[in-house]
Nanobody
């Protein structure tokens, strides 16, 4: 069974940093695009960052310059480095990947930015 497992969430003060990881496992032939989404309480899930299999990236305007997405195709892992975190970044962060042309979601990891 193919699955994505996130880790690295937690509580951090404003201005702090966190690094999220998402590892894919199972019978996988190829992973195409990988993304991070987030969903804050009472809000819709939104795209935070996306990276293609070739390494091209794009970001939501709200995180541009603060967050960095990267991946290792051999390790089947994607990361999200989050710097200068703001209270507005508080949300459940979900990993998403196109695995063998099927969309797969992780269960999410909570990120809370608060003093």
């Amino acid at each position: 069974q193919v699955q994505l497992v996130e880790s690295g969430g937690g509580l951090v003060q404003p201005g702090g940093s966190l690094r999220l990881s998402c590892a894919a496992s199972g019978s996988i032939a190829r992973i195409y695009g990988m993304s991070w989404y987030r969903q804050a309480p009472g809000k819709q899930r939104e795209l935070v960052a996306h990276i293609t299999s070739g390494g091209s990236t794009n970001y939501a305007d709200s995180v541009e310059g603060r967050f960095t997405i990267s991946r290792d195709n051999v390790k089947k892992t994607v990361w999200l480095q989050m710097n200068n975190l703001e209270p507005e970044d508080t949300a459940v962060y979900y990993c998403n990947a196109n695995i063998d042309l099927r969309t797969t979601w992780g269960r999410g990891t909570q990120v809370t930015v608060s003093s």
